[in-house]
């Protein structure tokens, strides 16, 4: 290799789609979408779809570990990351709803 040059990527964007196809769906929808019988538009909006479902699984375990967390902050810039985590929490319900 020449100096300053970087490893090549074990996988890329595409390899790592097609993989979570298959772990959410199986091997034959990934053939399904593969050969065309299931739309592009369609499997992302299964894909996206899916992404929210687990999302809403663990939206509110990850809000109450995140505020109690801040709670315990006794600094001034408290109110800060406060209202990050309270601005993450809207934007997960948003995709867990299909709106992002």
Do not use: C, H
Request: avoid cysteine; charged fraction near 30%.
């Amino acid at each position: 290799m020449a100096k300053g040059s970087s490893k090549p990527k074990k996988f890329d964007m595409v390899d790592a789609y097609v993989a979570e196809i298959m772990a959410r769906f199986g091997y034959e929808a990934y053939q399904a979408w593969n050969m065309g019988i299931i739309p592009d538009w369609r499997m992302r909006r299964l894909v996206e779809a899916e992404r929210g479902r687990e999302m809403r699984l663990i939206n509110n375990l990850e809000s109450v570990i995140t505020l109690t967390g801040i709670a315990g902050a006794t600094s001034k810039k408290a109110k800060e990351p406060i209202g990050r985590a309270i601005q993450q929490i809207k934007i997960n319900e948003k995709i867990t709803k299909g709106e992002a």
